[in-house]
């Protein structure tokens, strides 16, 4: 069964400061990568996703990922993060489009002014 | 708006009593998909309707079961309710693309409290 890891449960940074988010998950033949992030009292919203083609893969608010085969991983980063990027972010895989959806356990990112 | 709707937003109710949470998919999404979210399990799948049918079962407790109906609507029954289901339920739709799968849209789910 598919499992997803991600390394930090919180991650306190900066406002204006990089970020970055890890995610691995374990090895299939292929797999589908999502992204996706809940705000404080609110469902999860699709950040990006990687289905195939380019390993760097943009999303919605600045945010990228890039998917990394040989080490298993899916980091998200920006390059510059806002107060209103306080959230938590949560990676997901399935192993095709039929099959549901598995969570990492999410990452709480805060934003300090 | 996402276009998933679930109700109620919040429900609290005593242990041992029994709850329907119902969602109500994108339009033309075809597949629903049940996940609890509480504090140490993180989000947990629990079932997967395709077009009124089962597709997929995960950690769902017999206590729990689901349905989807020819409307496309889903609910879940939640039964002989104990502390430890107090948690986040979300629904989430889906739909095959031609060219390609484009995730889930969630709603914004039904906090259940149990006391």
């Known amino acids: 069964a598919q499992s997803v890891t991600q390394l930090d449960s919180q991650v306190p940074v900066f406002e204006e400061a990089p970020v970055e988010l890890r995610c691995n998950y374990s090895?299939?033949?292929?797999?589908?990568l999502f992204w996706y992030v809940q705000y404080p009292n609110q469902g999860l919203q699709l950040l990006l996703k990687y289905l195939s083609g380019s390993t760097l893969v943009k999303g919605i608010n600045g945010f990228e990922a890039e998917f990394n085969k040989s080490q298993t991983s899916f980091h998200l980063r920006k390059p510059s993060v806002h107060i209103s990027d306080t959230a938590e972010y949560f990676c997901a895989v399935s192993p095709s489009g039929n099959t549901p959806l598995v969570f990492g356990k999410g990452t709480r990112l805060s934003v300090i002014a | 708006d996402s276009g998933v709707t679930q109700t109620p937003k919040h429900l609290i109710t005593a242990t041992g009593q029994r709850v329907t949470l119902r969602c109500s998919p994108r339009s033309g999404d075809l597949s629903v998909y049940w996940y609890q979210q509480s504090l140490d399990q993180g989000l947990q799948f629990l079932i997967q309707?395709?077009?009124?049918?089962?597709?997929a079962k995960g950690n769902i407790l017999e206590r729990f079961s689901a349905q989807q109906f020819p409307d496309l609507h889903s609910e879940l029954n939640l039964s002989s309710l104990e502390l430890g289901d107090s948690a986040l339920y979300f629904c989430a739709s889906s739909s095959p693309r031609r060219g390609g799968y484009y995730g889930y849209t969630f709603g914004s789910g039904t906090r259940l409290t149990v006391v």
């Open positions: 090895s299939s033949v292929s797999v589908y």
């Open positions: 309707y395709y077009n009124g049918e089962e597709r």
